[in-house]
C-alpha cells in the first residue's frame, strides 16, 4: 500500500441502505458472484429473506459521494452471541491498495464492537491471496478452513476462517 496523505475519513461516507439503485455500481465492478447479487436484492426487500440469520446489517461506502464499496455484519441463528461475520466486504478495483478498504475495516469493526460483539469472523475463498493477506493486516489470524471450523456455514468446505478480538484493551 503507497503512503496517501490525502487519505481523510471525513471523505467517506458510510450509511446503511435498502435502495438497490445504490448498489448498482458496485454489483457490475466486485467480482462476488450471483450469490451477492441475490444477497442484495433480499436485503433490499427482493425475494426472501435468509431464515437463518438473525442479525444482518449492510453498508454503502461513498468517497465523495461515488459508491466505492460495501461492507457488512451478520449473525447467523446458532452462532454465539459474542460472535458476528463480515457480510460482503468489497472495495471497487479503482480505489483498492490506496488506504480505503483499511479504514472501512476499522469503521467495521468499530460497528461490531458498538453493537456488543466481541469477535468479528469472516470467510474468504482458500485461493483468495490478497484478501487473506488484507484480513491478516487488519489484525485478523486465520483458524483454519471450513470443514475444519465450521462445516455448512460459508459456500465452501475449502474457505479459509478468519477472526479478530473486538475486546477493548
Known sequence: MQNHAHLSQNRLKITQTKEITDFVPLLKELEFGDKFSLAMLNWCGIGQWDKTLIFWQVYLVKLDEEP?????????????????????FGLRPNFRREGWGSIMMKKLKS??????????????NYDNLPAISFYEKSAFIKLGTAAEVCPGKTHHLSDVILKTDLKSP
Open 68 to 88: 466505492i464499496g460495501v461492507m457488512g455484519l451478520y449473525q447467523c441463528i446458532d452462532s454465539p452471541s459474542s460472535v458476528v461475520w463480515v457480510g460482503w
Open 111 to 124: 460497528y461490531a464492537q458498538e453493537l456488543g460483539f466481541q469477535e468479528l469472523w469472516v470467510f474468504t
